[in-house]
């Protein structure tokens, strides 16, 4: 079945530690491509997106995120982390097949100790 | 812009209980949709509406039911509350021209005893 995968459910660090968070997905042809991020309480709000051009994607709060095609991946990544990054991060991917549906990865949870 | 709300923020229901989730929006978009978070299963698709008058069903609709008689206002209905519907529920809304970029309001906690 089509999905979107996440590799690492829950991930511990401590502060200044680099990060990096793996999404995959199955889908052919042509993506758009989130990462989303859900503060503790909060609700989602986009933190980069792909569509189409450099596959190096810059974000907010010093976020990025790598469309590597041949490998089906959006890894989501940050060189140094604060703690407050804690939170959860969820991939979706919208495939040109689905229409205007985005399909969500199961989210990683990301805590960072001070 | 208060961009999208939801009303209300927690709930208990009885099994066989019915209510209704609101969601509103104030950007003029004309994409909705409705989504379910349980932990470790992300967030899925329950019903979405590409505008006013229209609906179609998302990857779990079972239990649930949705109407759009406006472009504000995307109303998710529970018929007969299970204690599987516990979860918590976002609504988003996207524009036109990039409807998979969607905007998600701040949830609704619903737990069914």
């Known amino acids: 079945a089509q999905s979107v995968s996440q590799h690492n459910h829950h991930v511990i660090l401590s502060e200044a530690a680099s990060l990096e968070l793996g999404c995959n997905y199955s889908?052919?042809?042509?993506?758009?491509l989130f990462w989303y991020v859900q503060y503790p309480g909060q609700h989602l709000q986009l933190l980069l997106k792909?569509?189409?051009?450099?596959?190096l994607v810059k974000g907010i709060k010093g976020f990025e995120a790598e469309f590597i095609k041949s490998k089906f991946s959006f890894n989501l990544r940050k060189p140094s982390v604060q703690w407050s990054d804690t939170a959860e991060y969820f991939c979706?991917?919208?495939?040109?097949?689905?229409?205007?549906?985005?399909?969500f990865g199961a989210g990683t949870i990301l805590r960072v100790k001070s | 812009n208060a961009g999208v709300t939801q009303t209300p923020k927690f709930q208990v229901l009885k099994t066989g209980q019915s209510m209704t989730l609101q969601c509103a929006q104030d950007?003029?978009?004309?994409?909705m949709s409705w989504y379910r978070q349980d932990p470790g299963m992300g967030l899925r698709l329950i019903h979405y509406s590409v505008g006013a008058g229209i609906t179609d069903q998302g990857e779990v609709p079972n239990g649930y039911n949705v109407s759009r008689s406006t472009t504000e206002d995307f109303p998710l209905r529970l018929l007969s509350a299970a204690p599987s519907q516990t979860s918590v529920y976002f609504c988003?809304?996207?524009?036109?021209?990039?409807?998979?970029?969607?905007?998600f309001g701040p949830g609704t906690r619903l737990t069914v005893t």
């Open positions: 979706a991917v919208n495939a040109f097949r689905n229409g205007n549906k985005l399909v």
């Open positions: 889908y052919g042809g042509t993506v758009n």
């Open positions: 950007m003029n978009h004309e994409y």
């Open positions: 988003a809304s996207s524009p036109r021209d990039r409807p998979y970029e969607q905007y």
């Open positions: 792909y569509f189409s051009g450099d596959p």
